[in-house]
C-alpha cells in the first residue's frame, strides 16, 4: 500500500522560497541540495521545493490548482497563525473567514502556491 510522504512545489527562485518556507514553518530544511530542498514535519510528511532552473527540469502545465493545507485545533490557533503571518508580510489571498467547514484563511507563497490554516471538520 502506497502511502503520500512526499509534497513537491515547483519554485522560480529557491533561495526566496525557502527562507519564506523557513520563516512560516518556524524550521530549517532537512535536505538541501542546489536545485531542491525538502522540510520535515513531526508527522513524518516532507514539503519539497524544486527549482524550475534545474538541470533536465521537466513539467508540463501552469496554474496553482493545488493547496498545502494545514489544519489546526481551534478558531484561536487559525487567528494567531493569521496574525503572525500577516506581520511577516505573507501575502494573504483570501482573508479570515468563517466558510462551511469552520474558520479558514488562504496565504499565497512567492510562486502562488496556495497555503490554506484552517481547523478541522467535525
Request: hydrophobic share 40%; proline share 5%; glycine share 6%.
Amino acid at each position: 500500500m502506497l502511502t503520500p510522504n512526499l509534497l513537491t512545489l515547483y519554485v522560480g527562485n529557491l533561495e526566496i522560497s525557502t527562507t519564506f518556507y523557513e520563516k512560516l514553518l518556524d524550521r530549517a530544511p532537512v535536505t538541501t541540495f542546489p536545485h531542491y530542498v525538502s522540510f520535515e514535519f513531526d508527522n513524518g510528511l516532507y514539503l519539497s521545493l524544486w527549482s524550475k532552473k534545474a538541470k533536465n527540469f521537466v513539467s508540463d502545465g501552469t496554474g496553482h490548482r493545488f493547496e498545502l493545507s494545514f489544519l489546526v485545533e481551534g478558531d484561536d490557533s487559525v487567528m494567531s497563525i493569521y496574525e503572525k503571518w500577516q506581520a511577516h508580510s505573507v501575502n494573504i489571498e483570501q482573508p479570515l473567514h468563517e466558510a462551511v467547514f469552520g474558520l479558514t484563511f488562504v496565504a499565497t507563497d512567492p510562486d502562488g502556491h496556495r497555503i490554506r490554516v484552517s481547523t478541522p471538520d467535525e
